[in-house]
């Protein structure tokens, strides 16, 4: 069993930049691709990003292209989002996610095994 703690969320104005992070527990990290998603008031669960499990490939959803970047760390069971250049329309609760063995870079929610409880961001025009 997998337990993630995402932290790092906070209200800012737009334009600015904030790193969430995710630390991971109960099994070993490298085993599990990892993923970033978000969720606004009313709207469905979105992917943000996702990284393979040795880090060397990343996938991002076209709305955040160029503006976030997901990364991580093996050694410290953790991976991270950096969220730069923020809009309004970004404000959401954003949720990590680990897929065990992962071989192909996941973007469906379903694909995922674990979650955490989410953090959230606001981003005030």
């Known amino acids: 069993q997998v337990q993630l703690v995402e932290s790092g969320g906070g209200l800012l104005q737009a334009g600015g930049s904030l790193r969430l992070s995710c630390a991971a527990s109960?099994?070993?990290?490298?085993?599990?691709?990892m993923g970033w998603f978000r969720q606004a008031p009313g709207k469905e669960r979105e992917f943000v990003a996702a990284i393979s499990r040795s880090g060397g490939l990343t996938t991002y959803a076209d709305p955040v292209k160029g503006r976030f970047t997901i990364s991580r760390d093996n050694a410290k069971n953790t991976v991270y989002l950096q969220m730069n250049s923020l809009k309004p329309e970004d404000t959401a609760v954003y949720y990590c996610?680990?897929?065990?063995?992962?071989?192909?870079?996941?973007?469906?929610?379903?694909?995922?095994?674990?979650w955490g409880q989410g953090t959230q961001v606001t981003v005030s025009s």
């Open positions: 996610a680990a897929k065990f063995r992962m071989v192909v870079v996941a973007t469906l929610p379903e694909k995922y095994d674990y």
């Open positions: 109960g099994g070993t990290f490298s085993d599990y691709g």
